[in-house]
C-alpha cells in the first residue's frame, strides 16, 4: 500500500497568511494526487486534482504543486472560510488511500 | 445540481448486517464509478470500496478490512449506490460516505453521510 505524510498535522494561522500544507508519498505516483476539505460536521470537498486542477468553483487563492513523491497545497491569503482539516490522497493505486489530515486553526 | 444522498445507516450489533443506499441525481449516474468512503469518529478518511461503471463490467475494488465482509452494487436504472455490510465489527463504526469518483481515481463530489454504529 502506498502510505501519504502530511505535514503539520496541525497550525495556527490569521486571516492573511500564507499556508503551505505538504504531503509526502510512499513511492512514486507522478500526479495521481488530489486534495479535499472538510469543515466540521461535513462532508469533504474536493479542491485540486491532478496535484495541481483545482475544481471547478474553488478559489484561485487555492493552489497545489508536485509530482513523485512531494506535494504542495498553499492557500495564498487564509480566509476565515477556510479554517478547516485538509486532507491529500493518491489514486496511483489500490487502495486508495488519504493522510491523517492538517487541521487549520484560527490563531 | 448534483446530489448524492445517503441512507439506511444506523445501530447494529457485532456480526450483524446492514445495507446503505445512495441516490443519486444531477448527473449521468451510469456512466461513473462510485465509491464509498468512510470516517471513524474524531479519524480520518478511509477508502471502503468501488465500483466501476457498466463499460467496464461493473467490477470492484475493496480495502482490505471490509474484503469479504462487504459488497458494493448499483442499480442504474433508479440511480441507486448500495454497500451491503455483513460480519460487521466495531471498528466499521463511522460515518459511510458516497463519492462520485472520476474514472481516474479521485472523488469529484460526495454525500452529506450516513452514520454507521457498530455496538452491543
Known amino acids: 500500500d502506498i502510505q501519504m505524510t502530511q505535514s503539520p498535522s496541525s497550525l495556527s494561522a490569521s486571516v492573511g497568511d500564507r499556508v503551505t500544507i505538504t504531503c509526502r508519498a510512499s513511492q512514486g505516483i507522478s500526479t495521481w494526487f488530489a486534495w479535499y476539505q472538510q469543515k466540521p460536521e461535513k462532508a469533504p470537498k474536493s479542491l485540486i486534482y491532478a496535484a495541481s486542477t483545482l475544481q471547478s468553483g474553488v478559489p484561485s487563492r487555492f493552489s497545489g504543486s508536485g509530482s513523485g513523491t512531494n506535494f504542495t497545497l498553499t492557500i495564498s491569503s487564509l480566509q476565515p472560510e477556510d479554517f478547516a482539516t485538509y486532507y491529500c490522497q493518491q489514486y496511483k493505486s489500490y487502495p486508495l488511500t488519504f493522510g491523517g489530515g492538517t487541521k487549520v486553526e484560527i490563531k | 445540481e448534483v446530489q448524492l444522498v445517503e441512507s439506511g445507516g444506523g445501530l447494529v450489533q457485532p456480526g450483524g448486517s446492514l445495507r446503505l443506499s445512495c441516490a443519486v441525481s444531477g448527473f449521468t449516474f451510469s456512466d461513473h464509478y462510485m465509491d464509498w468512503v468512510r470516517q471513524a469518529p474524531g479519524k480520518g478518511l478511509e477508502w471502503v470500496g468501488r465500483t466501476r461503471n457498466k463499460a467496464n463490467s461493473y467490477t470492484t475494488e475493496y480495502a482490505a478490512s471490509v474484503n469479504g465482509r462487504f459488497t458494493i452494487s448499483r442499480d442504474d436504472s433508479k440511480n441507486l449506490l448500495y454497500l451491503q455490510m455483513n460480519s460487521l465489527k466495531t471498528e466499521d463504526t463511522a460515518m459511510y460516505y458516497c463519492?462520485?469518483?472520476?474514472?481516474?481515481?479521485?472523488?469529484?463530489?460526495w454525500g452529506q453521510g450516513t452514520q454507521v454504529t457498530v455496538s452491543s
Open positions: 463519492t462520485w469518483a472520476d474514472s481516474s481515481g479521485y472523488f469529484v463530489h
